[in-house]
């Protein structure tokens, strides 16, 4: 269900891949997120790497198109995309007013959800991923011991979550109404200042509760920090996967972003610009990441 807010946006300067060409530039918008999307100052200039500025700059070139970032948070970043932002909010969709459309795509490590396909639609997926439940080295919780069934492990670490504080972040991946936390007893708390979420992990080492949801890039980049600090209990959630949004009204720029997406990914390319940035993964999800010639 979705709910709108304010108006309809009119999307005055939505563009697809023919406007871009015409235009010249290519605006892609991103949240600073894990190793997708870093951000950090050099001397009085803010310089942005990752895995999906590469990804992004590259198609670029392919389109013959110069390349600019658009800095995004997470709860704006829809709008900046298709003109009206949505958030999730007690399990629907619901709309704010119209605002300035600022980019032709959004590629920042985002998880491909129901909810955010009422918004936008979606590339073909390039990322594996999932939620795991991370605690404190010295919590009194366990890992679970996994099974070949993943909805048993899941049951297994949601019977450990009564009484217990996890910290979750809404409009992301981690908010708890996608995991139904909430019905599981647990100590659901939401940080009190707008975090990012590679912020998760220090805000549970400071003691701010004594878990926390993560993903799977986060967590291979938290496990390289804090080996000792911290340890994985188990998954929240099924197998997730992650994809490149782009506006509804675009579809040429979405099937040309997939036909070279997957020429990337059969020549070898993609797995050298993942190995990278997350070179732990292919250990985790090495048949998910082996090559597929692209079908015509």
């Known amino acids: 269900m979705v709910l709108l807010l304010g108006g309809i946006s009119t999307n005055l300067a939505a563009r697809d891949l023919a406007e871009i060409k015409e235009d010249g530039v290519l605006r892609h918008i991103g949240v600073p997120y894990a190793n997708f999307v870093t951000q950090y100052t050099e001397g009085n200039k803010v310089v942005h790497s990752g895995l999906d500025i590469e990804l992004m700059q590259l198609f670029a070139e392919h389109l013959g198109l110069e390349y600019q970032f658009i800095p995004a948070t997470w709860n704006n970043v829809f709008g900046k995309l298709t003109g009206i932002n949505g958030q999730y909010i007690d399990n629907q969709v619901v709309l704010g007013p119209p605002q300035a459309i600022e980019g032709d795509v959004m590629a920042h490590g985002v998880t491909i959800l129901d909810w955010r396909k009422q918004l936008i639609d979606f590339s073909d997926d390039y990322f594996p991923s999932a939620v795991w439940l991370i605690a404190r080295r010295d919590s009194r919780l366990q890992p679970i011991v996994p099974s070949t069934n993943l909805q048993s492990d899941i049951f297994a670490v949601k019977r450990l979550l009564p009484g217990l504080e996890i910290l979750a972040m809404k409009q992301s991946c981690l908010d708890p109404d996608l995991y139904r936390l909430y019905d599981t007893g647990a100590q659901v708390i939401l940080p009190t200042k707008q975090l990012q979420l590679n912020e998760m992990v220090p ?16 967590t291979l980049i938290a496990l390289e920090k804090w080996p000792n600090d911290i340890k994985v209990i188990g998954p929240i959630s099924e197998e997730q996967l992650m994809g490149v949004g782009f506006r509804k009204d675009s579809p040429n ?24 940035y997350y070179p732990g993964v292919f250990h985790y999800y090495r048949h998910y990441f082996e090559p597929v010639a692209p079908t015509e």
Do not use: C, I, P, S
């Open 203 to 218: 805000a549970m080492l400071n003691d701010e509760a004594e878990t926390t949801l993560l993903d799977v890039a986060d």
């Open 253 to 276: 720029l979405r099937q040309e972003f997939n036909r070279w997406l997957a020429t990337l990914r059969a020549d070898g390319r993609f797995n050298q610009l993942v190995n990278k």
